[in-house]
């Protein structure tokens, strides 16, 4: 699976929209970008995934770019909630295989009263 | 429909023991896989299970395994516990129909090695 790079941290107004980049230069044409995020000590929380196209449902917004090497993760209306680490993940789809989640060290996100 | 469930949350041992920890995946769910999470390790793949059968395993030494039964329930064995295997255990389940699976995690068990 290709490897994916993160900022280690950012902060952001509570109330305005978290984007939380995410770079993923060799990205191969079957890899799906998917998001993820743990509040502290407790298990990961799916939020989103997506494979070309801009995807969106109730907790944030995925946009990848046209060449699909970074994608961007929203969060329209950031919360205090929000705070936690925010990983992007990118995995090859299988059809009913066997895969693993490769985690990197993700993006602290902290927001801001 | 109720989450993975990880039994027990929190658990204290000492060197030498051993420890099992069990995971419920979400009803309908076939495929559950195990991850550490340590502080300097960040989260790691233990393996992962798919009706019965380990499929797919971690770069983790053979005091861990792990074992799937018949509704899809795991446990994961750590034999002859060290200081290092202080972590967060997590499991996740998924139901393995489509390529674009999601895994879906529970909330994990805390191991305390002393």
């Known amino acids: 699976d290709a490897k994916t790079t993160q900022p280690p941290s950012m902060d952001c107004a509570e109330g305005r929209a978290a984007n939380l980049p995410c770079n993923h230069s060799?990205?191969?044409?079957?890899?799906?970008v998917y998001w993820y995020r743990q509040i502290h000590s407790q298990g990961p929380q799916y939020i989103i995934h997506g494979l070309k196209n801009n995807e969106t449902n109730e907790m944030a917004s995925l946009i990848i770019t046209e060449d699909r090497k970074s994608s961007t993760l929203i969060l329209p209306h950031a919360t205090l909630r929000d705070t936690a680490v925010y990983y992007c993940i990118v995995r090859v789809a299988h059809g009913a295989g066997s895969y693993q989640l490769t985690f990197g060290k993700g993006t602290k996100l902290s927001v801001i009263p | 429909k109720a989450g993975v469930t990880q039994t027990p949350r929190y658990l204290i041992k000492t060197r030498g023991q051993q420890v099992t920890l069990s995971c419920s995946p979400i009803s309908g769910h076939r495929s559950v896989s195990w991850y550490q999470q340590t502080p300097g390790q960040g989260l790691q793949f233990l393996f992962e299970?798919?009706?019965?059968?380990?499929?797919n395993k971690g770069n983790f030494p053979g005091r861990f395994s792990g074992r799937q039964f018949s509704n899809s329930r795991s446990e994961m064995n750590v034999s002859t516990l060290e200081l290092g295997d202080s972590a967060l255990y997590l499991c996740?389940?998924?139901?393995?129909?489509?390529?674009?699976?999601?895994?879906?995690f529970g909330p994990g068990t805390r191991l305390t090695v002393l």
């Open positions: 060799t990205i191969s044409g079957n890899e799906y």
């Open positions: 299970y798919f009706s019965e059968t380990q499929r």
């Open positions: 996740a389940s998924s139901q393995l129909v489509s390529s674009t699976d999601t895994q879906y």
